[in-house]
């Protein structure tokens, strides 16, 4: 799928119903070996909206999500999801990180998906699945491999559930590594360039199930750059430079009216290729 080809049909449909902010983001700020990666950044997500995040490499797309996920502590600034303070407790106007275990119980609202499959090698795809729903979640096992059918199915891989990564073409990978993650039953998905290790024919497959978990209102950021995706399923396309948010707007308004100097500079060299 790419900003030429891609299916638009979605932006054709009438407008969803967006329901209450479900991620608030205020003045985030985080910095690497004293180089300020995020500059005040803030962002509300509502539930069901699909958010993509857009931007060159470097530009601070993966780093927010990564904060988001608490995969970085953020420097400063408030992340909430649900209204829940992420990461820390307030009292008095003080904040404290709170312990880790805590932290892990938050992380569950949000899955997480990666450019890199990251699926255990020696566990068959049902197993991948359901490892984290009886673990972490105390789930039955039959209960938790008849909801890993379920969304093997979601996905389109109803076959493959004894099947090992290693026999999967990257593509199968990455969509068995969406059904892990929605396993857990998030309130929100987190993509990350989720098909940039994939050959260019699987990148197609897994921008589907991408597409039809936004018809069916699944609240989630994307840092893609696959504009196509942007065009069919976004609510909202944000451009970011240099660590801060440069531009927003509706996909027709970002790819027909760019109003920064950023995202016209950005689109034209990406709706070259």
Request: proline residues 8%; without cysteine.
């Given at each position: 799928m790419n900003a030429d080809t891609a299916d638009t049909s979605v932006a054709s449909e009438p407008a969803k119903t967006l329901g209450e902010p479900i991620i608030v983001i205020e003045d985030v700020r985080k910095s690497f070996a004293g180089l300020e990666v995020l500059k005040g950044v803030?962002?509300?997500v509502r539930q069901s909206e699909v958010v993509v995040l857009a931007g060159r490499s470097g530009s601070g797309k993966s780093t927010l999500l990564r904060c988001i996920d608490q995969l970085e502590p953020i420097d400063s600034g408030t992340i909430r999801v649900g209204g829940e303070l992420m990461g820390f407790r307030e009292k008095d106007g003080k904040r404290t990180p709170l312990p880790d275990h805590l932290v892990a119980r938050q992380m569950r609202q949000l899955g997480m998906?990666?450019?890199n499959f990251n699926?255990?090698?020696?566990?068959t795809v049902i197993d991948n699945i359901t490892v984290s729903p009886i673990k972490v979640l105390k789930?039955?096992?039959e209960e938790a491999r008849a909801e890993a059918r379920a969304l093997l199915a979601r996905v389109g891989l109803p076959e493959k559930e004894n099947a090992y990564p290693r026999q999967l073409?990257?593509?199968q990978q990455q969509r068995v590594a969406i059904a892990r993650a929605l396993a857990m039953k998030?309130?929100?998905?987190l993509f990350d360039e989720p098909t940039s290790a994939l050959d260019p024919e699987m990148i197609a497959e897994v921008l589907d199930v991408m597409v039809d978990l936004s018809r069916q209102g699944m609240t989630m950021i994307v840092v893609t750059h696959e504009m196509g995706f942007a065009r069919a399923a976004a609510d909202r396309v944000l451009l970011m430079h240099e660590g801060v948010l440069v531009e927003?707007?509706?996909p027709e308004e970002f790819f027909t009216n760019p109003q920064s100097a950023e995202a016209r500079v950005f689109l034209s060299k990406i709706l070259r290729h």
């Open positions: 803030s962002l509300t998906v990666f450019q699926l255990f090698p020696h566990l789930r039955k096992r073409s990257g593509g998030p309130k929100v998905m927003e707007a509706t």
